[in-house]
């Protein structure tokens, strides 16, 4: 378990739901997936990089709504550069390590704050 933080510290993450418009996987990457990702009109697209590329493929997200972080510092990534992070679990799929995406539902609007 990670340190216990107070309520300010957690607050400080803008959580969001993200409509992926786009996925890809890079030609440069072996590991990562590139998506386009609408956050609704008030921040408008980012480019989310991912390394999930082993378990998953572009056509499992491509208009989907996932809950993301905004608000992370950019950061290169290979060739590319991350404008957030998608949330997922750790766990297990037939006894492999791997990450679990949780889709939302589709009647929850793109850029809804996640609380």
Do not use: C, H
Request: glycine content about 8%; charged content about 30%.
């Amino acid at each position: 378990m990670k340190p216990t933080i107070e309520y300010p510290e957690f607050e400080k993450l803008d959580l969001r739901v993200g409509r992926i418009l786009e996925a890809s996987v890079p030609t440069w990457s072996k590991k990562l997936m590139e998506f386009t990702v609408d956050f609704g009109s008030e921040i408008g697209t980012k480019t989310i990089l991912s390394g999930i590329q082993a378990w998953y493929t572009p056509e499992d997200f491509i208009g989907k709504r996932f809950p993301f972080i905004v608000n992370l510092a950019e950061r290169k990534m290979g060739e590319g550069v991350s404008q957030g992070m998608m949330i997922m679990a750790d766990g297990k799929v037939e006894d492999e390590e791997r990450p679990i995406v949780f889709p939302l539902p589709e009647n929850i609007e793109a850029g809804t704050v996640i609380r």
